[in-house]
């Protein structure tokens, strides 16, 4: 089945402790990307990525970090959590094709104490 | 300014409505627009999408793009309480350009 895999679907947290959460496709697409979703802001991206080693910053990338450093895996690193990071987090993914149709991820809810 | 403006909402119809979600944009570039459904706790789903001007039906769904007035929408008839969810306009200039941009997302309620 035709997915995008992310882990921790949910997770509680300090402030200042290190977390990653990952993001898996099996679809060999080129594209993939990290979104925030907050009530009353709708999605946010945060970075993107168009192909291996090659990310660059969405609208709200300050205190994120991501790598690609393989086709199907997009890590989302947040270095020292602050709890204006407390969200709901999606990974998606899409082939330069048409449209650009985003596959997206179940989600990850984050909070941070 | 955003790129994307979509009706707030949220809706609540009756089962049997006709329900019309709507999005206007400000980048001409946009030549492919989408509408994804969001279930609670779910990802976003694709649900259509359109190229350029025109109609495109697919059941009780059918998107309209006005490129001239800038503005999208999407009908629901015959609503079901199953159409319960969030709907997210996305729109994109497509190919190796990447990014789509989304609207903030109307969530309606279709009431039994």
């Known amino acids: 089945e035709a997915q995008v895999t992310q882990n921790p679907r949910y997770l509680i947290t300090v402030t200042g402790k290190k977390l990653t959460v990952t993001c898996s496709q099996n679809?060999?697409?080129?594209?993939m990307s990290w979104y925030r979703q907050d009530p009353g802001l709708g999605l946010r991206q945060i970075y993107y990525s168009m192909n291996v080693e090659v990310t660059d910053k969405g609208d709200v990338p300050e205190g994120y970090k991501v790598s690609r450093k393989e086709k199907r895996n997009f890590p989302l690193i947040l270095e020292s959590p602050s709890p204006n990071q407390t969200s709901l987090y999606f990974c998606?993914?899409?082939?330069?094709?048409?449209?650009?149709?985003?596959?997206f991820g179940a989600g990850s809810r984050l909070t941070v104490l | 300014q955003k790129e994307v403006e979509q009706d707030p909402g949220p809706l609540s119809v009756p089962e049997g409505a006709i329900v019309s979600l709507n999005c206007t944009y400000s980048?001409?570039?946009?030549?492919?627009f989408m509408w994804y459904r969001q279930y609670s706790r779910k990802g976003p789903e694709l649900l259509m999408y359109?190229?350029?001007?025109g109609n495109k039906e697919d059941g009780r769904f059918t998107a309209q793009v006005d490129k001239s007035s800038k503005y999208i929408s999407l009908f629901i008839r015959d609503s079901q309480p199953s159409d319960s969810a969030t709907y997210l306009c996305a729109m994109s200039a497509g190919g190796n350009a990447g990014k789509s941009t989304f609207g903030d997302g109307t969530t309606l309620t279709v009431k039994p």
């Open positions: 679809m060999n697409h080129e594209y």
């Open positions: 980048n001409s570039a946009f030549q492919y």
């Open positions: 998606a993914s899409s082939s330069f094709s048409g449209a650009n149709v985003l596959t």
């Open positions: 359109t190229y350029s001007s």
